[in-house]
């Protein structure tokens, strides 16, 4: 399958899990809310440009805006991991690795702690933009933390579980044209 169409179908599922199952939960206690469908922006290809990824991240998220009704939440915070991503992966993808190109960001690609850390540090700033924008003001500080912080700690259990089910297979990249 070429990646393009594996990303097509990643689009519309990572959407269609969000919406249809995550979004239907109540949210604990007012206080966790899962998401899930940002991990189609942390496994896209490497090789697509910082403002191609910006820009697919934007219409990502509004996707996921129209089906949830929040005007521009998602896209936000969508857009700035995505515009993110290519910098972090830049401080975080061990040196060897530039020489073995891989398609795309994994615990093979990366080692096991790069990209622990790079899932751990995207999710949490996904999850802290949103919920800043969802509220505008941090007038109960405790509160905005420990929101993000729950929230942070559901969707990173929900990233592991899904990188169990669905092992990703790490291909190497072929340097052709």
Same mark, same amino acid.
């Given at each position: 399958?070429?990646?393009?169409?594996?990303?097509?179908?990643?689009?519309?599922?990572?959407?269609?899990?969000?919406?249809?199952?995550?979004?239907?939960?109540?949210?604990?206690?007012?206080?966790?809310?899962?998401? !899930?469908? /940002?991990? =189609?922006? &942390?496994? %896209?290809? $490497?090789?697509?440009?910082?403002? *191609? #990824?910006?820009? !697919?991240? /934007?219409? =990502?998220? &509004?996707? %996921?805006? $129209?089906?949830?009704?929040?005007? *521009? #939440?998602?896209?936000?915070?969508?857009?700035?991991?995505?515009? %993110?991503?290519?910098?972090?992966?830049?401080?975080?993808?061990?040196?060897?690795?530039?020489?073995?190109?891989?398609?795309?960001?994994?615990?093979?690609?990366?080692?096991?702690?790069?990209?622990?850390?790079?899932?751990?540090?995207?999710?949490?700033?996904?999850?802290?933009?949103?919920?800043?924008?969802?509220?505008?003001?941090?007038?109960?500080?405790?509160?905005?933390?420990?929101?993000?912080?729950?929230?942070?700690?559901?969707?990173?259990?929900?990233?592991?579980?899904?990188?169990?089910?669905?092992?990703?297979?790490?291909?190497?990249?072929?340097?052709?044209?």
């Amino acid at each position: 399958m070429s990646d393009l169409l594996k990303n097509i179908i990643r689009f519309f599922v990572f959407i269609l899990v969000q919406v249809l199952i995550l979004d239907k939960i109540n949210p604990l206690h007012r206080f966790i809310t899962p998401y !899930l469908y /940002f991990l =189609f922006i &942390l496994w %896209l290809p $490497f090789r697509i440009p910082r403002l *191609g #990824l910006s820009l !697919l991240g /934007f219409v =990502f998220g &509004l996707t %996921l805006d $129209f089906f949830t009704h929040t005007p *521009g #939440l998602h896209a936000a915070a969508c857009t700035l991991i995505a515009y %993110l991503r290519s910098f972090l992966i830049g401080l975080l993808r061990p040196k060897e690795a530039v020489e073995i190109s891989y398609a795309e960001p994994s615990v093979t690609s990366m080692g096991l702690m790069p990209y622990a850390t790079y899932v751990l540090l995207l999710t949490f700033v996904h999850h802290a933009y949103l919920v800043f924008l969802e509220f505008l003001e941090v007038g109960n500080i405790l509160y905005f933390f420990g929101k993000v912080l729950a929230s942070t700690g559901i969707s990173l259990l929900l990233i592991a579980i899904t990188e169990m089910l669905f092992n990703r297979k790490s291909r190497y990249r072929t340097n052709v044209a």
